[in-house]
C-alpha cells in the first residue's frame, strides 16, 4: 500500500492483479486499484475531477482525465473518507500509475490540487 497527504486530504492505494480478468498470451493484464481518500482538514471537500498517468513497462503511455470517480463527485466532511475501486489494463505485467484530483475546499470554494502517489502494478509472479 502506498500513502500520500497533500494539503490534508489522505490518500491511500492497495492494487490487485486480476489473472482470471487476464490473457497474458495476448499481452493483456488487468489491474484492479482501491483508493482511499481521507479529508483530514477542518472543512469539507469535493472531489470534482481525476488526472491519471498509466505507463506500461514497454514504453505506453496513456493519460486519463474526467469528472470525479467511478461516477461520483463526492463530498467529504471533515474526519470521515471516501473508498472506490476501479481498473487499468496494461499491455505488459509491469506498470505503474500515478495523478492528480482537482478537489474544492466547500468552505472557502477554492480549488486546489492533491497529488495521488505512484503506485505499482505487478504480476505476483515478477516479485519472485
Known amino acids: 500500500m502506498v500513502h500520500l497527504v497533500t494539503e490534508g486530504i489522505s490518500i491511500m492505494v492497495e492494487t490487485f492483479y486480476q489473472p482470471t480478468q487476464s490473457n497474458p498470451l495476448n499481452s493483456e493484464y488487468l489491474f484492479a486499484y482501491r483508493i482511499t481518500i481521507e479529508n483530514q482538514t477542518m472543512y469539507p471537500v ?6 491519471w498517468h498509466i505507463k506500461d513497462s514497454n514504453g505506453t503511455h496513456r493519460e486519463v482525465q474526467g469528472e470525479g470517480v467511478v461516477g461520483r463527485q463526492p463530498i467529504i466532511e471533515p474526519g470521515d473518507s471516501y473508498q472506490y475501486t476501479s481498473a487499468a489494463g496494461l499491455r505488459s505485467d509491469i506498470g505503474k500509475m500515478y495523478g492528480t484530483y482537482l478537489i474544492e475546499n466547500l468552505f472557502n470554494k477554492k480549488k486546489f490540487t492533491v497529488l495521488i502517489p505512484e503506485f505499482q502494478l505487478l504480476v505476483p509472479a515478477k516479485m519472485n
Do not use: Q, T
Open 46 to 51: 469535493k472531489l470534482l475531477s481525476r488526472h
